[in-house]
């Protein structure tokens, strides 16, 4: 999901907008359609097509890029690839560690 996604959205509005219950069903549901179509239709293609050797390069592959992903919006990056390529593994740092200090002061406040 890009600049404009549903998640986006939901971080713009905030909790406490009227219509974020509504826009978050729906991300929810757009979710479950995405990771419905990659089961049964993707990933099992990918695995008649590939050799064992390669999926397992892949799965390196995308490992590597969610751990430099950024786990929340950040629309000022916009939607060039250049731009989150090179954004998107410092945002990605930044991310964790914003999350670490909030789990941490969460469970010890």
């Given amino acids: 999901m890009g600049a404009g996604s549903g998640s986006e959205e939901l971080y713009d509005l905030g909790g406490d907008h009227p219509q974020f219950d509504t826009k978050l069903e729906a991300l929810a549901n757009a979710v479950e359609k995405h990771l419905s179509a990659e089961e049964n239709l993707e990933f099992p293609g990918l695995r008649e ?25 950040h629309p000022a990056t916009g939607e060039s690839g250049t731009v989150n390529t090179l954004a998107g593994p410092p945002l990605a740092l930044f991310d964790r560690a914003r999350d670490r200090i909030r789990d941490w002061t969460r469970d010890n406040t």
């Fill in 49 to 73: 097509t590939m050799s064992p050797e390669d999926l397992m390069k892949l799965a390196g592959v995308l490992e590597t890029a969610e751990a430099t992903a950024p786990t929340r919006p």
